[in-house]
């Protein structure tokens, strides 16, 4: 059976680089019928960031993406675990790190370092000014049996312990078949003795890494290209401890449009922001989903459903995937427009509300029909980019709008001309009944009231459309007018023309 895994580690935000390798790993598993595997990687304490896996469950459940094993939230929000290769922590999981740290020291393919900070400071100095890759020079592995013995014996009174390091073979090469990149040679020269084991007793990435994938039967590792030149060293310290390694298939780099490398700065490309600013789940999935990988076909907008019945990692580009936000905007767009009107709604009232508060604007909300919102949400979802937008683009529906003066005049237009087209409005709209505050009544009878008076469109419709508004785009003014009127009465329609001529 086919098993991926997402190994995050809890240091804060879900980066969106992140969220497209648990959504691969996802959709491989589910198209491969397989089993899908949460395990936290929190053996760097220091960047641990109390809440982190939480906040990871809760994004992850938002959007979708499963996990069959491993950590989950419960109604109550506590976590639990669920299945048989636990613990899905690595800290918890410290005794097997340090048995096979042990097992390799004992059959001399890894070896204890003693050496402190200072000498492998002045050893990285030494390459950087002889222009040489920052690597240990060995120094410990050329210790004897009595050396080794003797150096435990002085850290063990000293209150230290020392660290393991994998013996990388000195000669010969290793390949790693990747299912992206195909067949990469990497000569064992090239290759660091890196440290396994820390001397807290903590495992490194690389080889907590190969002990819970083999541990956990994981046969498909799905990760970022970054971890493409640790990976000959992960099929070393498989092979040195009898395992058979896994498969592996490294994602290719997220670019900024200018092909710099995706930020991981908090607020840049943190998924909890995306989500927060009111893109929807299905047009994050989406796009996501088309960073690196291809369907071969002209076919753009899938449902989750369609992606796993899609998904090959044949299909999988090599190339970097740029992240552009006005194809993100393009998604969500769509995605706007096809949702519910009812369930539009509702999800874009808490956006209002906090619009509302971090303003101070102040109105009975609750004297508002619920049509009220479902009307304006109708206008206003063909040009809605992401549900944040909802706040700014529609205040004047709630409050009266402030404005300089200069934007009521129609560029055709003047100061005294517009006063007296407001003027007329005013003496228009008062004669008008309540019935006729329709869209279709109200196009007819403006187009009556322009044609009478010899005016042009312009003159008439964007003073009129301005003075209501605010803005310099907005919907048109019959559909403004309109529902003005019936939210807040026709009285308000005159109102603001005649607080537009104040301004004058």
Known sequence: MVRTRFAPSPTGFVHIGSLRTALFSFLFARHENGKHVLRIEDTDQNRYVEGAVENLLKVMNNLGVEFDEGYFLQPDGNMMERGEKGPYLQSKRLDKYQAAAKKLVQEQKAYYCFCSSERLEELRKEQAALKRPAMYDKHCKKLTTQEVEQKLLEFSESGKKPVVRFAIPESGATVVNDLVHGEITYEHKVLDDQVIL???????????????????????????????????????????????????????????????????????????????????KEALINFVAFLGWNPKSEKELFSLTELIQDFDLKKINKSGAVFDTNKLDWYNSHYIRQMNLSELTNKLLPYWLKYWEERQIQFDKTALPHEYFERIAEIERERLKKLSEIGERTAYFFVRPNYEPNLLIWKKSDSQKTK?????????????????????????RLKNFISENNYDNGTVLWPLRTSLTGLEKSPGPYEVISLLAFGLGKQEISERIKAAIERL
């Open 420 to 444: 007296e087209v407001l003027n007329n409005l005013i003496e228009f709209f008062e004669k008008l009944d309540s019935a006729s505050f329709t869209k279709i009544i109200l196009e007819e």
């Open 198 to 280: 820390k001397s807290d007793g903590f495992p490194t990435y690389h080889l907590a890494v190969v002990v819970d994938d083999h541990e956990m039967e994981i046969t498909h590792v799905i990760r970022g290209d970054e971890w493409l030149p640790s990976t000959p060293k992960h099929i070393l310290i498989y092979k040195a401890l009898g395992w058979e390694p896994t498969l592996y298939a490294h994602l290719p780099l997220i670019l900024n449009p200018d092909k710099s490398k995706l930020s991981k700065r908090q607020g840049d490309v943190a998924v909890e922001d995306f989500l927060s600013k009111g893109y929807l």
